[in-house]
């Protein structure tokens, strides 16, 4: 009997081995997206779910979790449980920002999340209702010395990007305005198409439809060269403020402690997505410049973005608490 024990052992071990070292994933995946259905991160976190699900065999299943600069989302994902079964998409508003602004913040960036990938950026522009009278920067800029803090710009929600862009863009411009701030880019665009609050800064993949079909319209794009999507768009550097460069970027992170296998998983399917020519086309459709790199590549980036922006905040005095 005793001879037989390490037979039977071995036939157990055998069968119990599929179950200690299952696959990932083995099961549904949540993403969470911190911002409204229609943002740009909501589109880019939808796409990339669903290039996972056909790569990966398992359903990626996108959450909004929309308000407060993308904060209650993120906190929702730092809480989850670091099995590789929620995500966040990792933006630079919530994750680059918000740092920047909140004196407290219920996570930390970089104690709290394991960065996977940078997946693309996507420049900022400042756009206006159509309704409204402004033609180029220098006739809002004119408008908002006539009456300071009287006009009222829109944001996705304090401490995002399209919040910082245009502090930036006041502090740049010598000129003082109203934050309107909304939970998302739809509701916020829903207020300029309707003439209660002019203008706002958004990215041109969460604009760009708006802009074509005539409701919205586009006075500076916040990147060194013009936009091949927004060709007719003068950037905002060209127009008087030099060096002025606003863009956003969109990546995905996991809870702290998540297991590097399954990060570098993840990270190896971010790769192979931005590889893929027909994702590229789509991308390039949508107006997203795609970025990809390693997950060490990442976690630099998101350091330095929280310097940079730091250095924003301090110099406009832009605070949400």
């Not at 296998?261 to 994702?279: S, T």
Request: glycine share 10%.
């Amino acid at each position: 009997m005793q001879a037989c024990r390490p037979i039977l052992t071995a036939v157990l071990l055998a069968l119990c081995a599929p179950v200690f070292a299952q696959a990932y994933p083995s099961k549904p995946v949540k993403v969470i997206v911190p911002f409204s259905p229609g943002s740009a991160t909501d589109i880019l976190g939808r796409l990339m779910a669903d290039q996972f699900a056909k790569s990966m065999g398992r359903p990626f299943v996108v959450e909004n979790r929309s308000g407060a600069g993308g904060i209650p989302g993120t906190e929702a994902a730092k809480n989850a449980a670091p099995d590789g079964y929620v995500l966040t998409m990792c933006t630079s508003g919530p994750f680059g920002i918000n740092p920047a602004i909140y004196t407290k913040l219920p996570y930390d960036p970089i104690r709290d999340f394991e960065p996977i990938g940078n997946i693309g950026f996507t420049p900022q522009t400042i756009v206006v209702g159509a309704a409204q009278p402004y033609r180029t920067l220098k006739d809002l800029v004119a408008a908002a010395r006539a009456k300071p803090g009287e006009l009222a710009y829109a944001s996705l929600g304090v401490g995002s990007t399209s919040h910082l862009t245009m502090e930036a863009f006041q502090s740049a411009a010598g000129i003082r305005l109203n934050h309107v701030p909304f939970k998302g880019s739809g509701d916020a665009q829903i207020q300029l198409i309707g003439g209660n609050v002019p203008l706002m800064s958004d990215t041109i993949p969460g604009v760009l439809a708006q802009v074509k079909a005539g409701k919205l319209r586009a006075l500076g794009v916040a990147i060194p060269k013009r936009s091949p999507h927004l060709p007719d768009v003068p950037t905002i550097a060209e127009q008087g403020y030099p060096d002025f460069e606003s863009v956003g970027w969109i990546g995905l992170a996991a809870p702290a402690k998540t297991p590097n296998a399954i990060l570098d998983q993840l990270n190896g399917e971010i790769r192979k997505m931005l590889a893929d020519p027909a994702v590229l086309e789509k991308l390039n459709a949508l107006a997203f410049e795609p970025i990809g790199g390693s997950r060490e590549e990442f976690a630099a980036f998101i350091k330095a973005e929280i310097a940079k922006w730091t250095k924003v905040a301090r110099a406009s005095g832009a605070k949400a608490d």
